[in-house]
C-alpha cells in the first residue's frame, strides 16, 4: 500500500531530473534472468551461466560490484577471471570488508593469489569502498561497458543456488550509466585501491 502511494505521489516530490527521466521513451534492451532453488526444474542454473558468459565474452574490461564473496562465488568464478586476466581484460573488483581478519578479505586474497597463479595479476585491480554514509550493497557485472548484469544475487552458494533472485542482463544507454556510476564510486574518496 505504501509503495502504491508513493508512486500516486511522485510528481508532487519528483526533482526535474526525476521528470526528465519520466519523459524520457528510449528503450533499452533487456533480458530478464533468475536464480531459484533447484525445486524448480530447468531455472536453477540459469542466472549463473548468464554471469559466466559475462565473464567469458568481456574483451577489454570487466567490473565486478559485490559486497561480499564465499568459497562458492571465488570457487565459480574465479578461473573465468583468471582467464580474463591472461586474455588482457582489466577485471576490477569493487567490494567491501577486503581487508583484516573477515572472510570476505579471506576470499578477496584467494582471487588474488589464484590470478597471480594462473591468470595476469597485472591486469586486476581490487577497490574496497568503506564509508561511514553508507555500506556497498550492489551487485553488478559490467563487460566491456556494453552489458551488464544488475540484480539482487551475491555470488553466494545460497543466492545462485537456493535462494530467489532476479536481475536483468542490460545492454545500450543504460550500460554507459552504470559504469559512469561505478566510476564515480571508484574515484571517490571512501574507494581505496588494494
Not at 526533482?15 to 519520466?22: D, G, M, N, Q, Y
Not at 536464480?35 to 574483451?59: I, K, S
Not at 553488478?140 to 556494453?146: G, P, Y
Request: proline fraction near 1%; aromatic fraction near 8%.
Amino acid at each position: 500500500m505504501e509503495f502504491i502511494q508513493f508512486l500516486n505521489r511522485f510528481e508532487d516530490y519528483a526533482t526535474s531530473r526525476e521528470i526528465e527521466l519520466l519523459a524520457d521513451n528510449n528503450i533499452h534492451a533487456v533480458d530478464l534472468y533468475v536464480a531459484v532453488p533447484e525445486l524448480f526444474e530447468g531455472r536453477a542454473a540459469d542466472l549463473m551461466a548468464r554471469l559466466t558468459r559475462l565473464v567469458r565474452n568481456a574483451e577489454a574490461e570487466l567490473l565486478v560490484v559485490t559486497p561480499f564473496f564465499t568459497r562458492f562465488g571465488v570457487e565459480s568464478f574465479v578461473d573465468h577471471l583468471a582467464q580474463a586476466t591472461s586474455r588482457g581484460v582489466s577485471v576490477t573488483i569493487l567490494t567491501r570488508d577486503a581487508t583484516g581478519d573477515g572472510n570476505n578479505a579471506e576470499y578477496i586474497n584467494t582471487i588474488r593469489e589464484t590470478i597471480a597463479e594462473t591468470g595476469n595479476d597485472r591486469n586486476l585491480q581490487v577497490c574496497e569502498y568503506a564509508s561511514q554514509q553508507g555500506r556497498l550493497h550492489a551487485k553488478a557485472l559490467i563487460a566491456d561497458k556494453e552489458r551488464a548484469y544488475v540484480g539482487s544475487a551475491n555470488l553466494t552458494n545460497y543466492s545462485l543456488k537456493e535462494a530467489i533472485e532476479i536481475g536483468l542482463i542490460v545492454e545500450g544507454v543504460a550500460v554507459s550509466e552504470l559504469s559512469a556510476f561505478f566510476e564515480t564510486v571508484r574515484a571517490s574518496s571512501d574507494t581505496r585501491r588494494l
